[in-house]
């Protein structure tokens, strides 16, 4: 069945780097476009990043614009979200969320991981 | 950015009630328009897109409506698992905006 696994997340001081991954399987993952989407503990949806089927077009919140990269790698079915200059306000669940239609870059989410905890702080 | 306001923020209802929630966008969104149901510690769930159709295994207790700006999700007989926080979200621009959710709570 369509999975997505993230991993990566962990506790991070302020101005550091982290790398998150999300691990696809069970559907074809050159074919879609897939999301990074945050929630800070209690709080509602953000979304953050995102990059097109074949990985040339790429998308930003304004409040990671310049800190964050989103990137794919279809070889290996896994999404990445290189995270630079970490601040507290990053702190979040960052979930991974395949779009629903094929050859898309904006659409639904129809599949999401479990998600991954960054805490960002001293 | 379009910004999507959804009322109320909480709702508190028993099993069995019939319950519509709103979204309203800061400009047209067409009929580009979805519903998510997040369970606690649980990843959102597709329920409903472009504004009226459901997502693959969501209960027809689950219907949505509306285009433009002003949009519903309702609950035609709520079941003790439909208690949980819905989100919409809208697909007709970037930045890909969230509403802030209502809380759909057990009286």
């Known amino acids: 069945q369509v999975q997505l696994v993230e991993s990566g997340g962990g506790v991070v001081q302020p101005g550091r780097s982290l790398r998150l991954s999300c691990a696809a399987s069970?559907?074809?993952?050159?074919?879609?476009?897939i999301h990074w989407v945050r929630q800070a503990p209690g709080k509602g949806l953000e979304w953050v990043a995102a990059?097109?089927?074949?990985?040339?077009?790429?998308y930003y919140a304004d409040s990671v614009k310049g800190r964050f990269t989103i990137s794919r790698d279809n070889s290996e079915n896994t999404l990445y979200l290189q995270m630079n200059s970490l601040r507290a306000e990053d702190t979040a669940v960052y979930y991974c969320?395949?779009?629903?239609?094929?050859?898309?870059?904006?659409?639904?989410?129809?599949?999401w991981g479990q998600g991954t905890l960054v805490t960002v702080s001293s | 950015e379009i910004v999507l306001t959804q009322s109320p923020a909480t709702l508190s209802l028993s099993p069995g009630e019939r319950t519509t929630l709103s979204c309203r966008a800061s400009?047209?969104?067409?009929?580009?328009l979805a519903w998510y149901q997040q369970r606690p510690g649980q990843a959102p769930r597709l329920l409903i897109y472009?504004?009226?159709n459901r997502a693959t295994g969501i209960p027809a207790r689950f219907s949505g409506s509306g285009s433009g700006t002003d949009f519903t999700l309702t609950i035609s007989s709520l079941e003790p698992e439909d208690f949980a926080v819905y989100y919409c979200?809208?697909?007709?621009?970037?930045?890909?905006?969230f509403g802030q959710g209502t809380r759909l709570e057990i009286k």
């Open positions: 969320g395949k779009i629903q239609i094929v050859g898309a870059a904006r659409n639904y989410f129809d599949c």
């Open positions: 069970g559907f074809t993952f050159s074919d879609y476009g």
């Open positions: 990059v097109s089927y074949d990985g040339i077009n790429k």
């Open positions: 400009q047209s969104v067409r009929y580009y």
């Open positions: 472009d504004a009226s």
């Open positions: 979200q809208q697909r007709s621009d970037w930045p890909i905006t």
